[in-house]
């Protein structure tokens, strides 16, 4: 038998942790009132037959990611762009982490401490993109642009545990996984 891959021993190792209990717990208090509300919300339909919070998570990194090869390849012409879209990205992170908190008021055991460390880490990203964006509105684009990179960063590794839910663990799925449709 194969052993697991690193990344997958990484997401079960969070799914095990003490620490990624004590992340939801906390989680659980800050955000209950809101996730109690967005899951009666259209964020939480099962209109698609899965999850809204997959799609929506595409255009809130997709912002993210442009303002940084923006940053990295478009020179000074590029700032007023790459602003922008770190604003557009900030922006869509909030119907996206609404969507994602209302998923994650679903789910209980590895999967729900997944999820809570997967949103430490969104929220830590939304976080570090604001900053950018006001960095960026104050003048300060290289800073902007450095925070850009790290929040890109952090969102890559929650976008992996957010991706793993999902797809290895099917808890995007709004209909039975016999569905043929």
Not at 59 to 81: E, K, Q
Request: proline share 5%.
């Amino acid at each position: 038998m194969a052993s697991k891959s690193l990344p997958q021993r990484v997401a079960r190792a969070v799914g095990e942790s003490a620490v990624a209990e004590r992340i939801a717990r906390a989680q659980e208090l800050a955000y209950g009132p809101l996730t109690e509300r967005m899951q009666r919300s259209p964020l939480h339909s099962d209109v698609l037959g899965h999850s809204l919070h997959p799609p929506l998570t595409d255009v809130t990194t997709g912002c993210w990611l442009s303002t940084s090869l923006l940053d990295l390849t478009g020179g000074s012409g590029s700032r007023r762009a790459s602003t922008l879209l770190a604003g557009f990205g900030v922006l869509a992170s909030l119907p996206t982490a609404f969507a994602g908190a209302a998923d994650w008021a679903d789910l209980s055991g590895p999967e729900r401490r997944i999820g809570a460390v997967h949103a430490l880490g969104a929220d830590t990203a939304i976080l570090l993109f604001t900053s950018s964006l006001v960095a960026r509105l104050r003048g300060n684009h290289r800073t902007g642009a450095k925070l850009a990179l790290a929040g890109n960063a952090v969102i890559a590794g929650a976008g992996f545990l957010g991706g793993h839910l999902a797809l290895h663990r099917g808890t995007a799925r709004r209909t039975p996984a016999a569905d043929p449709d």
